[in-house]
């Protein structure tokens, strides 16, 4: 197996990124969709937002940098991270 096979699809990470979110107390699931904006639509402060990417990171076995944390502020812009993050596994 190269580590192109081993590389996360993007329909992967979403499903994945969506179940981290779906079972975290502070939401509504039904709020939590592939497009949700984090202080928008799930009424995260910056705190929960932290939490939210901790979660991710754990998930998906990766680190963020906090300048690219400061950046992704919807879970599109999480889950294009994460599927362009050749150690996301």
């Known amino acids: 197996m ?4 081993a590389h996360l699809t993007r329909d992967e990470v979403v ?10 107390p502070k939401f509504d699931p039904s709020k ?3 497009e949700a904006h984090f202080e928008k639509d799930l009424v995260l402060d910056s705190l929960d ?6 979660a991710i ?6 680190e963020i940098p906090d300048l ?3 950046k992704i502020d919807s879970l ?3 889950i294009e991270y994460v599927a362009n993050h ?3 596994g």
């Open 2 to 5: 190269n580590s192109h096979d």
């Open 15 to 24: 499903d994945r990124v969506l179940v981290v979110l779906k079972g975290h």
């Open 32 to 34: 939590v969709t592939p």
């Open 49 to 54: 937002t932290v939490e939210v990417m901790m």
């Open 57 to 62: 990171e754990e998930e998906f076995k990766l």
């Open 68 to 70: 690219e944390v400061d």
């Open 76 to 78: 599109p812009l999480a």
């Open 86 to 88: 050749p150690m996301a």
